[in-house]
């Protein structure tokens, strides 16, 4: 539906043009340039009208106040601070990526969270990358004003660019004429000559670009395979996001957001071809040996010798507030909660803010599984806090709604008992699941395999996933609620269960 609309506006404009064609071009033939990045910390769509439905808060559970939603927006308010702070340092690149100082900030600061909520045996494990990391420190993609570019048109810098993962220029910056070669829907690749250039593709997520990621980078190696030196990947979402996601592309490849994506794609449409080219620099390293983190803390239950382990990841890319600055507060939200004497849970719980999530190399749970052998026999199941509170955005048109995003829930071995507790909390707390529960766990539990016990979790990956519109106000404080009175209510129901109907054979 967009390409036509692409199109016609483009017949509009040519109309006109038209019309005055005894004139010289205008500078960029007359497409006002892009408004840039903005104060990327704002949500990317005016959330300020949007009321969630409050949580529901049963009856002899309202003294339950480590649960309120305006509790845990605190928490998240500072998380996502680690994360703004890591940006007005400097990073380009910001978050809190493992490795570097806003994770480490982030792990400092639920150490001291388990602390003081009187958790046993805090403590934060350092382990160490096994794989060098990919870290672009500074770039830019910017459009140069040549003659074809129109008398007194100026250079325009993309600022939403952000380069791919993996993605080098060694030998320096590159200058090359821009290409656009369509939609990575397309049925084939246009029969034109990409050698030299800097080659343009659209592609269109439903929900996050993640969804993208094969047809993206596939068309990008295949372009690369003949000859363009660089790709830009125009990600059809709203305003100027900068996306963090893809990798391999085979060449220099960059993400772009819809705002600079829509300028850069009428100019060439309007150039028809004719010498518009960008000048494109990026400068990356290579980093060995990062430090990976994990905080873990322990609430002793009343059969003490059985652990569930309850997990978030605590690193982030960009603001990263439903990934996983949302998970992580409702994850000390339930240390405080369970930490009290009269909140006791039947087994021995253990809380684990996962650092690595995003690094290759730095997984924190596979660390975590290795560093501690005792957790094999004692452990009965891991539950794994991840995007459970954002609002719920959505593609075509883009928009966003009073209510959170549906998240999938996923119990590794189907257990019945396991489906029938979230069933029970889903019911009493409104907690935006699915109704259809399946065996799949993608996300941050894949590491603890190894302890072949039953692994769960609620997720999704809606449009503002590894995005820099995943801001603090995308964030429903109800649904922080829901999500922590439905996971105190699940973790009690889990604590209780026999073991054998937790893993039945
Ligand atoms: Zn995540």
Redesign the pocket.
């Known amino acids: 539906m967009r390409k036509p609309l692409f199109f016609l506006a483009i017949a509009v404009v040519l109309t006109t043009a038209t019309v005055h064609v005894a004139q010289a071009p205008p500078a960029w033939f007359g497409i006002a340039p892009p408004a840039g990045i903005g104060d990327p910390h704002r949500p990317i769509l005016d959330v300020s009208a949007l009321k969630p439905a409050p949580a529901t808060v049963l009856s002899g559970e309202e003294k339950n106040v480590d649960l309120s939603g305006a509790a845990i927006r605190r928490d998240l308010d500072a998380i996502v601070g680690f994360a703004k702070a890591d940006r007005a340092r400097g990073e380009k690149a910001w978050g809190r990526i493992t490795g570097f100082r806003g994770a480490d900030d982030t792990h400092a600061w639920v150490l001291q969270q388990f602390k003081a909520a009187g958790l046993r045996d805090v403590e934060t494990q350092a382990y160490t990358a096994t794989q060098a990391t990919w870290h672009p420190k500074q770039w830019q993609v910017r459009l140069l004003a040549n003659d074809a570019a129109g008398p007194g048109a100026r250079d325009v810098i993309l600022e939403s660019a952000f380069p791919t993962s993996g993605s080098q220029l060694p030998s320096g910056p590159i200058i090359g004429s821009l290409l656009f070669v369509g939609a990575t829907t397309d049925a084939a690749l246009p029969e034109v000559n990409v050698t030299g250039k800097i080659v343009v593709q659209t592609l269109h997520p439903p929900a996050g670009a993640y969804s993208e990621r094969t047809r993206t980078t596939e068309r990008a190696r295949e372009l690369a395979k003949r000859g363009a030196i660089a790709v830009l990947n125009v990600i059809e979402q709203a305003g100027n996001m900068h996306v963090r996601d893809f990798s391999n592309c085979g060449v220099p490849c960059f993400n772009l957001g819809s705002d600079d994506g829509r300028f850069l794609i009428g100019v060439l449409q309007r150039a028809n071809g004719a010498g518009i080219q960008a000048r494109i620099s990026l400068d990356t390293e290579m980093l060995d040996a990062l430090k990976g983190h994990n905080t873990i803390g322990i609430v002793t239950g009343k059969r003490a010798e059985e652990i569930v382990i309850v997990n978030a990841?605590a690193d982030?890319w960009f603001d990263?507030a439903g990934?996983?600055g949302d998970?992580l507060a409702v994850l000390v939200a339930l240390a405080r909660h369970f930490a009290k004497p009269a909140n006791q849970p039947a087994r021995t719980l253990l809380f684990v803010a996962s650092g690595g999530?995003?690094g290759g190399g730095m997984n924190g749970p596979g660390n975590l599984v290795t560093m501690n052998p005792q957790l094999k026999g004692k452990a009965v199941l891991v539950l794994n806090l991840?995007?459970i509170a954002q609002l719920r955005f959505q593609n075509d048109p883009f928009r966003v709604e009073a209510t959170e995003q549906p998240m999938g829930f996923g119990i590794s071995n189907e257990a019945p008992a396991i489906a029938d507790a979230a069933r029970r909390g889903m019911q009493r707390y409104g907690f935006a699941l699915r109704p259809n529960f399946s065996s799949s766990i993608a996300?941050?539990l894949g590491g603890y395999a190894p302890l072949g016990v039953p692994r769960v979790q609620a997720?999704h990956?809606g449009p503002m996933?590894h995005t820099s519109g995943d801001t603090l106000d995308t964030i429903s404080t109800p649904g922080l609620e829901r999500a922590a009175r439905f996971y105190a209510f699940f973790v009690n129901e889990i604590a209780r269960t026999d073991r054998a109907a937790l893993q039945p054979k």
Request: without cysteine; proline residues 0%; charged residues 20%.
């Open positions: 990841h982030g990263a990934d996983n998970g999530h995003h991840e995007h996300g941050d997720i990956s996933y």
